[in-house]
């Protein structure tokens, strides 16, 4: 089962900065928070990731707050090209243990006019 | 640097055929995992092959398989086709470096659409 809950559908008006909260509240310490977004039946998307410091890229920027028990992705001017399906993912670092990634439902965001 | 490409993008079967799908990596990435999604499951990890050896495996029945050859491309083959084996096949490579704290992101293709009839 997914170790995330997210919000089911969020919107957002364009131009606009868009929040999207995730909980973790399972998380262990060797566990990064992975951001990935799927447009409509395209291959998900990688957004960002962080393991316990705020993170920013071109694309995003990720809070995660001191617990490590949530943390917040930011879309800081949203556009309706990010109308798409965020998910939220919490992964332990890879070293020899391979990757798979468990996903939710994620959040529905709508980036409205 | 080119993308995860996946071949082909749609595919057409009848119950009871079997199917091959393809996936080729990012240059330089070793590792390569499969994912199933349908509207009612979601997204569901299949296996994860690396070094030509599977290295992890969903919950998915031995109907399922794959591979992985030398140059890290990977294949997929699902047998005797049954209705709800139509979905969205995803294919995401990573470099697994191996390294204990590598975080190692996977990057996806574009997925081949299996409809089964």
């Known amino acids: 089962d997914a170790k995330t809950t997210q919000p089911p559908s969020m919107d957002c008006a364009e131009g606009r900065a868009a929040n999207l909260p995730c909980n973790h509240s399972t998380i262990s310490g060797n566990e990064y928070v992975y951001w990935y977004r799927q447009i409509h039946s395209q291959g998900p998307q990688y957004i960002i990731h962080g393991l316990k410091n705020n993170e920013t890229n071109e694309m995003a920027s990720l809070i995660i707050t001191e617990d490590r028990k949530s943390s917040t992705l930011i879309l800081p001017h949203a556009t309706l090209r990010d109308t798409a399906v965020y998910y939220c993912?919490?992964?332990?670092?890879?070293?020899?243990?391979?990757?798979?990634?468990?996903f939710g439902q994620g959040t529905e965001l709508s980036v409205k006019p | 640097k080119a993308g995860v490409t996946q071949t082909p993008r749609y595919l057409i079967k009848t119950r009871g055929q079997q199917v091959t799908l393809s996936c080729s990596p990012i240059s330089g990435h070793r590792s390569v995992s499969w994912y199933q999604q349908t509207p009612g499951q979601g997204l569901q990890f299949l296996f994860e092959y690396f070094s030509e050896t599977q290295r992890n495996k969903g919950n998915f029945p031995g109907r399922f398989s794959g591979r992985q050859f030398s140059n890290s491309r990977s294949e997929m083959n699902v047998s005797t086709l049954e209705l709800g084996d139509s979905a969205l096949y995803l294919c995401?490579?990573?470099?697994?470096?191996?390294?204990?704290?590598?975080?190692?992101?996977?990057?996806f293709g574009p997925g081949t659409r299996l409809t089964v009839l």
């Open positions: 995401a490579s990573s470099f697994r470096s191996g390294h204990r704290t590598s975080t190692d992101t996977q990057y």
């Open positions: 993912i919490v992964r332990v670092a890879l070293g020899n243990q391979g990757g798979k990634l468990i």
